[in-house]
């Protein structure tokens, strides 16, 4: 069984910096391509970046682009994203998830609150 645990938000004040970390079990981690996405209550949960298998090609919301970073260690099982510059409007519940393009195709995990405020 997929298991996809997320860690590393929490509280930081606008233009602050986080790094968020999911780490997946129960599946071959090499084989698949990653993303994250956010939520905030009331909306739809929204596509935020991908990473395919091997950490090439990189991809992102517009509303991201050249803010955050996604990354990935195969040795660790772990998918990153490097957030910058957060704004208020950044905070969200966030999750990983497997992906097909912006599409995620496994489970949910917890996710990891990010509350950006003064």
């Known amino acids: 069984q997929v298991q996809l645990v997320e860690s590393g938000g929490g509280l930081v004040q606008p233009g602050g910096s986080l790094r968020l970390s999911c780490v997946a079990s129960?599946?071959?981690?090499?084989?698949?391509?990653m993303g994250w996405f956010r939520q905030t209550p009331g909306k739809e949960r929204e596509f935020v970046a991908g990473?395919?298998?091997?950490?090439?090609?990189?991809y992102y919301a517009d509303s991201v682009k050249g803010q955050f970073t996604i990354s990935r260690d195969n040795a660790k099982n772990t998918v990153y994203l490097q957030m910058d510059r957060l704004k208020p409007e950044d905070t969200a519940v966030y999750y990983c998830?497997?992906?097909?393009?912006?599409?995620?195709?496994?489970?949910w995990g917890q996710g990891t609150q990010v509350t950006v405020s003064s």
């Open positions: 990473i395919a298998a091997f950490g090439e090609l990189p």
């Open positions: 129960g599946l071959t981690f090499s084989n698949y391509n």
């Open positions: 998830n497997i992906v097909r393009g912006r599409t995620p195709t496994g489970s």
